[in-house]
């Protein structure tokens, strides 16, 4: 099957603009991605995510995009992405664009021949009313910047108009079927898009905004038809493509939609956003936490999901961080960072690295910069080392955005160095995970305990596998607690290898505070 590969898959998410840059202008770019591939596939991946490197005026960090058909110059060029393709291909990684359709920049020559009075080809291609009443229209209507006298409809910020792939059930003279020509047409040029980058090497792609093609769908049936007959499509061209949606409801998209993978959010984005970049307890709540509030809140649902998942042979990836979040890093320990990790990496699914948070990278309030608003100090440049632009960029002049400078801990050289770094750590757990028969994203899990008061201190389970077993003990509070393990490591004798604040003699682990502990049992 095509996503048999995702079973021991590691995903790596690289924001192009602050990865590498290569030619010193400030901003990273291709070029600098395929000089450090040799880097990803080190750690243990074997998948990235490639956020948008397409055309664009970058008013939304590149999700406002111009033409889907050439990269941005200041990327480099279509010729440098397959030479990007090909060496990931050699080193054993996928690549996955970003596909962005929902909408387009409001610069998008399709656009610019939507907004004429005469009509043509594109007079339909967006979402537009029949009057200039912004009263009897909904919301996220722009008017007075175009020949013709409507409104037209935006997904996120004023310059992304909405492509028209129709309403569900149109109410409204202006709101056009899923099957109008105009929106039968918009599908076939989303499917030309993927057909053009596919044909060139990409494995696939991360869908934005998938749940919101198809207009007035409250329950999502509208969306869920829609991409089951253009997945259906380009599955059958493309059998060994992967698509991966924004779309907070794996059971929908993979189930029901025909994606392959799919992201799960325990709490959705709300959590993870804040309003506040300077809020200090913006990840106070996450699942697993020194506080544990809402550890019962997602273990329930997430085991649910993982059955449901497993049962119709897809793929989640549970949510830990990415370009549109706050670093995992924010107000959080390094102790508390890799506990984090040792349980993503070890629970059911696919896991994401975010470029950066191998190395709890720090979050830096930043002032807004292409639309990034506080996700701005979540994509900072990538630090290599301790010298100049911590080895993002030889540039003598401003970096698109700041590094943390010379003095920084956080930094690949500084922590590769160190055996315990959070770096070494992720590094370790995912080439178990790739290794692992047991750790594998279908193979067995057991939750053998759930902390005295069910808070998730600790927090034990087990992961089976042909060649073995996994055992992994979580202790996020900061508090001693001495776990007796003689009956969670049972059928044959178990190596312990890995853990932190934790003393293990053979019977008892001793752990100190915000530890973990990993058992293995081969055979």
């Known amino acids: 099957m095509r996503s048999d590969w995702l079973d021991s898959a ?82 054993g990684i996928r690549v996955l664009l970003d596909l962005v359709m929902g909408h387009t920049s409001d610069r998008h020559p399709w656009f610019a021949a939507s907004c004429k009075e005469e009509r043509n080809e594109f007079t339909d291609a967006y979402i537009w009313s029949d009057n200039l009443d912004a009263e009897h229209c909904e919301a996220r209507f722009i008017c007075g910047r175009s020949e013709r006298p409507h409104m037209y409809k935006v ?18 003279s202006w709101q056009m079927p899923m099957d109008a020509p105009a929106a039968l047409q918009n599908r076939e040029r989303l499917k030309d898009v993927c057909a053009f980058w596919l044909d060139m090497g990409a494995a696939g792609f991360r869908v934005d905004m998938a749940h919101n093609m198809v207009k007035g769908d409250v329950r ?37 939609a025909g994606f392959d993978l799919a992201f799960y959010y325990p709490f959705g984005y709300t959590k993870a956003n804040g309003s506040d970049r300077d809020d200090a307890h913006i990840y106070e709540g996450t699942y697993i936490s020194e506080q544990s509030r809402l550890f019962s809140v997602f273990l329930g649902p997430y085991l649910h999901a993982v059955r449901k998942i497993n049962r119709i042979g897809g793929y989640q990836s549970l949510h830990l961080g990415n370009h549109d979040t706050i670093r995992l890093s924010r107000s959080r320990s390094d102790d508390m960072i890799r506990v984090l990790w040792a349980s993503y990496m070890t629970l059911p699914g696919v896991p994401l690295i ?67 770094s959070t770096y070494n750590t ?12 047991c750790l594998r994203a279908h ?81």
Request: glycine letters at 10%; hydrophobic letters at 30%.
């Open 220 to 256: 999502y049936r509208g969306n869920i038809r829609f991409w089951r007959e253009v997945l259906d499509d380009l599955h059958a061209r493309y059998p060994d493509a992967v698509f991966l949606p924004e779309w907070n409801d794996p059971q929908k998209t993979i189930g029901k």
């Open 426 to 437: 992720v590094k370790t757990l995912a080439h178990y995970k790739r290794s692992f028969d």
């Open 155 to 172: 997904n996120y910020y004023a310059t992304q108009p909405a492509l028209n792939y129709g309403y569900y059930r149109p109410t409204k």
């Open 354 to 420: 975010y470029y950066g948070d191998e190395l709890g990278m720090r979050y830096q309030p930043l002032k807004s910069k292409d639309g990034g608003y506080q996700r701005t100090g979540a994509r900072t440049p990538m630090q290599w080392d301790n010298t100049k632009n911590n080895g993002f960029s030889t540039t003598d002049g401003v970096l698109n955005l700041p590094v943390e400078g010379p003095d920084s801990p956080y930094t690949v050289a500084a922590e590769a160095q160190d055996p315990h």
């Open 10 to 91: 590691v995903f790596y998410e690289i924001y192009p603009t602050s990865f590498y840059d290569s030619n010193g202008d400030g901003v990273g770019d291709i070029p600098g991605i395929i000089e450090k591939l040799p880097y990803v596939a080190q750690l243990g991946c074997n998948a990235v995510w490639l956020n948008p490197c397409f055309c664009s005026p970058f008013l939304d960090g590149g999700y406002d995009i111009t033409d889907y058909y050439r990269v941005d110059p200041r990327f480099g060029t279509n010729d440098d992405l397959r030479r990007l393709f090909e060496t990931a291909r050699a080193l």
């Open 443 to 523: 193979a067995p899990f057991q939750v053998l305990h759930t902390g005295h008061k069910k808070d998730g201190n600790p927090f034990i389970y087990r992961r089976k596998g042909r060649d073995g077993t996994l055992v992994v003990v979580l202790q996020p509070r900061r508090a001693a607690v001495r776990v007796p393990m003689r009956k969670y490591l049972k059928d044959g004798a178990y190596d312990c290898l890995l853990r932190q604040n934790a003393d293990w003699d053979g019977q008892t682990l001793a752990c100190s505070g915000v530890s973990f502990a990993l058992f293995y049992r081969k055979g």
